[in-house]
């Protein structure tokens, strides 16, 4: 086996197929916040980032025959500092060792060289040539955001391109204050989030590998569905990462346009919903979530095949 | 003295008295890139990290008496992991005991319970009560990203309000790509960073301080001078943050009137210019650095006078 090629076949094929080997389509979200972790985590942790870094693992150790990728977000490992960051590195890296894709949500963009130390911290350096000591965590893809314009971040993109990995870019939030910004209305009718889309849709064409996807995505939301199929016809080659669904409100039946009739395309972070699930009597945290899990992956299947698009491996 | 008083006393106010002692507005950029880094510091220097704090606290010493506030890019020190957020954490640290503000150059902002993390991460409990482990770093003011609306920034306003902090949010960039998004004209012909700038001023409306502005502040391009005048009349209360000065093409005597009668209202940044000076015949490398930004300091007071503008003590 060619160790080289491996190392780096482009993201949106490998999520691709995990995606068909899974079949899932769901990632979940790592937000762990301390008080809202099983007692029985934070009782045997010895500090708020071990009893977070447990927290991960059990989650990442119940869901990975399940989904085909995880999304730790790094304010709740940075709010603790280096100690933090220390702890989203082994987390990240139990992920992959476990065979998940992972999706750092670091949400940074910046411009010129600043731009260029983020792109080469979390995917690995410019030219693809091995540097000692980046990246400084191994991950798959990041999402980051559009405010600065394509010098903010051209340097993710030819970091993901040299390296394999994958760049999705803010375009649409399940906030209510997206109008504030994203929804402003431009002289042509169409608002800032789609002319954004539009924007990345561009930034991506020549990064689209045999998956029929870019390595340039987007995340758009759960929350407005009747939007989904204008931004699929939009940008047909941007895969979509689309939080929102469970605690924000989102309904998984309302999301299909956001994928191909295969199935394929994008895919739904659940965070809150899968981490803190109602335990039924007797059960173990990590069988909950587990089970929350599976519930979401198998609604969004059925959702898509009743939208008669594939699922199935 | 009244320490309580001391430790919550507002940023506008805290940064005002800062200027007018050092009789100075300008902030120094710590940008630190390894391979930039005069070479004294980096073969003294057991690893990268060690190197990138040995250079900031010789630029801290050589430039505490000369300026109000400094400007730590946490990307630069991010590309290392956790031992680059502790080197992070001592320089500003250094700062603080040396008199210095800090304004973190984070750039965060995602929503609900992830932008309470980075909020209390850096700025400190939403509460004010103190919390073990908040912030886990010493900063004064952080900058933040806009594209989420206000519920991407209300958490920091509302940690900077209860800890006497800034927050400067990002209105327009020095990049040739601020066109693509802030750039963009709505129908009432206004561009998108203009818009944002009202927002900006909206949200600090209630924050004003003895000082007669706001704790919410606004970066602001040295690169658009035409505009400066503009952006000063619509937000009069809003304290700005102008990079783009130097290696970013900006020229100190068109940004005159981001700056109110008393040459208050504003500090430049300048990073690599200061950083990374051309050093006379044995002159060492912290004294070609105060003589950079004694440079810089000193022609903008003069372009203030100049333009009708306060300075002196």
Sequence with gaps: MNKEKTRTEAFPARLAKAIVAKDSRLCVGLDPRLERLPEEVREQA????????????????????LVPVVKPQVAY?????????????????????QGLLVIADIKRSDIGS?????????????????????????VDAVTVNPYFGSDGLAPFFEAA?????????????????????????????????????????QW??????????????????????DEAGEMRARAPRTPFLVPGVGAQGGNLSEITSYFDVEGQGAV????????????????????????????????LNAVLLAAGKQTGR
Tied chains: 1, 2.
Aim: charged share 20%; proline share 6%.
């Design 268 to 299: 739904v972070n659940v965070s809150r919903s899968v981490l803190y699930p109602e335990r039924e009597e007797g059960e173990s945290w990590q069988a909950a979530i587990w089970r929350a899990a599976a519930r979401f992956s198998d609604e």
């Design 161 to 201: 391109e040299a390296n394999g990995k994958g760049v999705y870019v803010l375009v649409k939030t399940s906030n209510p204050s997206w109008l504030e910004l994203q929804g402003l209305s431009l002289p042509n009718l169409e608002n800032v989030a789609m002319h954004v889309l539009g924007l990345v849709a």
């Design 77 to 97: 490992f940075e709010r603790y500092g280096p100690e933090g960051l220390a702890a989203f590195r082994e987390v990240c890296k139990a992920a992959k060792a």
């Design 114 to 138: 600043t731009c260029q130390a983020y792109a080469e911290g979390y995917l690995g350096p410019l030219s693809g040539q091995p540097e000692p000591g980046l990246p400084w965590v191994r």
């Design 46 to 65: 010895e500090s708020a980032t071990e009893a977070l870094k447990r927290f991960c693992l059990g989650v990442i150790e119940a869901v990975a025959d």
């Design 204 to 225: 991506g064409r020549k990064g689209v590998d045999e998956s029929g996807y870019s390595y340039v995505g987007a995340v758009v939301p759960a929350t407005h569905p």
